[in-house]
């Protein structure tokens, strides 16, 4: 139906433009509309014109009903995509969405290994923490020299010993300065030997000089030192005598199966071992030093925490140097009095030789030995005997000097929190009565902790901060109960005194608990 109203509007409208001889002729001039209608009004066939112009119009609205049709019955229209558009590929209209996935691999539980029953337990792991370096008693700066020169050793022969090199001493001793600053010799090692003598292997071992080591008689051999690092310094008996079961027992040899590295926790348990043995070494000086006071202090028994103050620390002598394997002798003929001497029997086939070498071994002459000087005297100086004690009866003095003996004897074993805490004390009864004015001239049962905190660090002749004045208030509460009390309430702490009670009980009371920690 459609292509038969397509075809008649066409017809209609070649009919009309092909008869041109049937319409009214006009002047060649652009007619107005009302002349056009004019001209039409007085046309025999307007019936005819006004017909097929309504057959043109019914013809189109047919087509557009059509159009109209097509796009809403049950083929659906086909959609642009807008990507696809240009192309001119058409998708058609869906009403749902169908994907295809990949099923999921199922998951397999994965079992916790079970803790392996070989591990060592926590005491054995972390036993390096046990013997930390001591704070108390410090080191004269020999000693502390030793010791940094034991760090920088033990720090390139780690890193030689993980890499399973030979060490010597020609190549330890570069390294060893560069780090150190200072120049490097053997006797720093034979002070390492001489304090830690489980530390290292020395040994003098024939190296060859050569390029190609691997070709016998590829190069001279000499003899030079070398180091191994020894592994198992750990004293294991205390009542053995470790230095000369470390010097008879020989150099274990490593493999490769068998070969532990040289890690930090290693290096630093040794400087732990290396830094108390120096303090052990001082320490018998100390007990030196005591024994010549007047009256003689005995260490047996006391814990000692700190030096006396009266000992002379930098005057200690210096580490003594531990002998170190030196190279196997060789004779060496300098005269022809040694050549006749090592060659005797080889001579005696040649006598014209043998006779030659004994006339020039006659023109040689012969050393005069001598005798060791013996050393000086050193002459026995008077007691020095001060001008000011005289007239003083000596068993005063001898009570004086005892007194004095033991407030140093006490002072050596008290540690650094009981000086401290000391400290603390002697400054409390200078706050109690801080606390004491402050409370009287507020006129109040009881103040907020912070306000008495801001009056005591104002009013204080040291110079502290808050929280160090928390720590004498909480230790003040403690030394003396019942005077100062300590109320936490919702609104906040509060803190109140015993009104009642003197101010010269409390100052006397604390100066009763100075004098026993003293």
């Known amino acids: 139906m459609a292509p038969e109203t397509e075809e008649g509007a066409k017809e209609e409208q070649s009919s009309l433009t092909a008869s041109p001889s049937k319409l009214p002729k006009l002047d060649g001039a652009?007619?107005?509309?009302?002349?056009?209608?004019?001209?039409?009004?007085?046309?025999?066939?307007?019936?005819e014109l006004r017909a097929r112009?309504?057959?043109?119009?019914q013809c189109g609205e047919k087509l557009r009903q059509f159009r109209e049709k097509n796009l809403s019955g049950s083929h659906s229209p086909k959609l642009l995509s807008p990507r696809k558009a240009d192309t001119g590929l058409q998708l058609e209209k869906f009403t749902t969405l169908e994907i295809q996935l990949p099923a999921s691999p199922k998951k397999t539980p994965i079992k916790t290994p079970i803790k392996s029953p070989l591990k060592p337990p926590a005491f054995e792991r972390y036993q390096h923490l046990v013997g930390k370096p001591s704070d108390e008693f410090a080191l004269p700066f020999k000693y502390r020299l030793v010791k940094e020169v034991f760090r920088c050793v033990d720090t390139v022969v780690s890193i030689l010993h993980n890499r399973q090199e030979l060490i010597t001493y020609s190549k330890?001793?570069?390294?060893?300065?560069?780090?150190l600053s200072r120049t490097f010799s053997e006797q720093y090692l034979g002070q390492i030997r001489s304090v830690f003598p489980l530390a290292y292997f020395f040994k003098q071992e024939s190296i060859k000089n050569g390029i190609s080591t691997g070709t016998a008689g590829g190069g001279k051999s000499s003899y030079q030192l070398t180091i191994k690092a020894n592994l198992d310094y750990k004293p294991s008996t205390a009542q053995k005598n470790l230095s000369k079961m470390f010097e008879s027992s020989p150099a274990p040899q490593m493999t490769k199966t068998h070969f532990r590295k040289m890690d930090s926790i290693v290096m630093v348990e040794r400087r732990n071992i290396f830094h108390n043995l120096l303090i052990d070494q001082v320490k018998e000086y100390h007990d030196q030093f005591l024994q010549s006071l007047d009256p003689p202090i005995s260490s047996a028994g006391m814990n000692i925490k700190r030096w006396h103050p009266e000992f002379p620390l930098e005057d200690v002598p210096e580490v003594e140097a531990a002998a170190l394997p030196q190279p196997p002798h060789v004779d060496k003929l300098d005269t022809a009095r040694d050549v006749l001497e090592k060659t005797q029997s080889l001579l005696s086939v040649n006598p014209r030789m043998e006779q030659a070498v004994i006339d020039a071994a006659a023109k040689v002459p012969h050393k005069p030995e001598t005798a060791p000087a013996p050393p000086p005297e050193t002459p026995v100086q008077p007691a020095n005997v001060c001008a000011a004690l005289k007239g003083i009866s000596s068993s005063l003095l001898e009570k004086v000097r005892a007194r004095e003996a033991a407030k140093r004897a006490k002072e050596m074993t008290r540690s650094s929190?009981?000086?401290?805490?000391?400290?603390?004390?002697?400054?409390?009864?200078?706050?109690?009565?801080?606390?004491?004015?402050?409370?009287v001239t507020e006129k109040k049962a009881a103040l907020t902790w912070e306000m008495v905190v801001v009056k005591i660090a104002a009013s204080n002749s040291s110079m502290i901060g808050s929280s160090?004045?928390?720590?004498?208030?909480?230790?003040?509460?403690?030394?003396?109960?019942?005077?100062?009390?300590?109320?936490k309430v919702r609104s906040g702490v509060f803190l109140k005194i015993n009104k009642g009670r003197e101010l010269s009980s409390v100052e006397d009371e604390l100066n009763r608990v100075i004098k026993e920690r003293q």
Request: proline share 5%; glycine share 4%; aromatic share 2%.
């Open 53 to 57: 112009l309504l057959r043109v119009n």
């Open 172 to 179: 330890l001793k570069p390294a060893v300065q560069q780090m």
């Open 468 to 487: 160090e004045v928390d720590r004498h208030l909480h230790l003040l509460v403690e030394v003396v109960p019942g005077w100062c009390t300590i109320h």
């Open 30 to 47: 652009k007619l107005t509309p009302q002349q056009m209608k004019e001209a039409l009004g007085t046309c025999g066939r307007l019936d």
């Open 417 to 439: 929190k009981e000086n401290k805490e000391l400290e603390m004390l002697s400054r409390l009864p200078e706050m109690a009565r801080i606390i004491r004015n402050t409370f």
